[in-house]
């Protein structure tokens, strides 16, 4: 296999996209093609909106994370009302040194946390939102959500999965999880329960879905209506798609 045409690292993401079609894993991490600019300004976003569904949950992730350090006042922003009591009790225990946020676990290629600038050994990354110690066995992670829950919950059920994994193989002592999605748009909330042995079950599923993207060498796309409709090389907006690997 030719390393100059292969992915690394993984995340979360990553893995989604190259499940999702191989070839925009390709554009998008191998030969870092840019994506197209979106312009800027109302109605801009393809479903009309005036502010594309990325951008938007980043901000509210940002406003989430000031909230809960305290630097961003008392008031807590209009977007995260809906969780009110929530942000508020985060914030209290932020203070007391329970809450950790935003914070970027990663791997070497043994499963082994390793350092977040150990830019050779890193394996794989994942970024939690909250992770909340109630004592030295037991912790919550908490994954923040904007847009819709529905025909998400399959991929969002995944994505605790994994974070699930990543907090037992960072902190060993940890015997019992809970994750939780917040959908901070719909006032809902997704918990799933781990101990230890349950948790690390998941580990075979996710060193297979790692090989398969970084033993990758023919990078095919999957076209279907729903990926390339928000792809952003697809070819009415980039010309990209058709790029060969080479």
């Given amino acids: 296999m030719n390393k100059l045409n292969s992915i690394k690292a993984g995340s979360f993401s990553r893995l989604s996209i190259h499940q999702e079609c191989a070839r925009r894993a390709y554009l998008a991490y191998i030969t870092k093609i840019k994506e197209p600019d979106r312009g800027i300004g109302p109605l801009t976003a393809p479903d009309g909106t005036k502010e594309w569904h990325n951008d938007r949950g980043s901000r509210i992730h940002q406003l989430a994370d000031d909230y809960v350090a305290g630097i961003a ?10 969780f009110e009591k929530e942000f508020k009790e985060l914030r209290k225990l932020h203070k007391t040194g329970k809450v950790i946020n935003e914070e970027m676990w990663c791997y070497d290629n043994d499963w082994m946390p390793c350092a977040s600038d150990a830019w050779n050994d890193i394996y794989f990354r994942i970024i939690t939102d909250v992770t909340v110690f109630h004592n030295k066995t037991n912790a919550t992670v908490i994954d923040y959500k904007t847009g819709r829950r529905f025909g998400n919950e399959v991929k969002h059920g995944q994505q605790a999965q994994l974070y699930q994994l990543g907090a037992f193989l960072r902190y ?22 781990f101990t230890r ?10 060193e297979g879905r790692m090989k398969a993207m970084t033993q990758e060498v023919e990078f095919k796309p999957s076209p279907n209506a729903h990926s390339c409709r928000w792809c952003p090389y697809k070819p009415s907006r980039s010309g990209d798609c058709s790029v060969g690997i080479g």
Avoid: V
Avoid at 73 to 82: A, C, Q, T
Avoid at 172 to 183: G, R, V
Avoid at 197 to 206: C, I, P, V, Y
């Fill in 73 to 82: 006042g008392s008031k807590l922003p209009p977007e995260l009302r809906k």
């Fill in 172 to 193: 060993p002592d940890l015997q019992e999880i809970t994750t939780e999605i917040w959908y901070l748009d719909q006032n809902e909330i997704a918990t799933m329960e």
């Fill in 197 to 206: 042995n349950q948790g690390m079950r998941f580990f075979k599923h996710w």
